[in-house]
C-alpha cells in the first residue's frame, strides 16, 4: 500500500474502517488517509510511525477505534504509551485502543483500560 494509494481510497466518501498493518505508508499517507471525516476505525500496526504523527487525528470527528503498534522485536520497539496517551485523548469519540507491543507501565494501562476499551498485546 503506498501513498499514492491512500490519496485515492482517502477520496471515499464511504469507506469508514481501514486496515493498513506493515505498509510502506509515509506521513503524507497517513494524512491523506487521517483527513477521511468519515473513518471510524483505523489500524496502523508497524508501519513505523513517529508518536506525533498522531497529531494528524486530533480533533478526529468520528474516529473510535485505533490500533497502534511495532513488529515486536526486542530492542527496535519505538512506540511508548506515555507518548501517545496524550494524542489519544484528543481524539473527541475515540473509545476503544488496540496496543500491540508499544511499551506500556501498569500505570498507562490501568488508565488506558478506564478510558477506553483497551487491549495490549505483548510478544515475548
Not at 69 to 74: K, P, S, V, W, Y
Not at 91 to 103: A, G, K, M, R
Request: charged share 25%.
Amino acid at each position: 500500500f503506498t501513498d499514492e494509494m491512500a490519496t485515492a481510497l482517502s477520496k471515499s466518501e464511504f469507506i469508514t474502517d481501514v486496515v493498513l498493518p506493515a505498509t510502506q505508508l509515509s506521513k503524507a499517507g497517513l494524512k491523506s488517509i487521517c483527513g477521511m471525516p468519515q473513518l471510524r476505525y483505523l489500524d496502523i500496526w508497524a508501519n513505523g510511525f513517529d508518536p506525533t504523527d498522531l497529531d494528524l487525528l486530533e480533533g478526529h470527528p468520528a474516529l473510535e477505534i485505533i490500533e497502534l503498534g511495532d513488529m515486536g522485536i526486542e530492542g527496535n520497539r519505538r512506540l511508548r504509551a506515555c507518548d501517545l496517551i496524550p494524542r489519544l485523548d484528543k481524539i473527541p469519540l475515540l473509545n476503544t485502543v488496540y496496543f500491540e507491543n508499544v511499551i506500556t507501565s501498569k500505570v498507562e494501562a490501568e488508565y488506558l483500560n478506564t478510558r477506553y476499551k483497551f487491549r495490549l498485546m505483548q510478544e515475548n
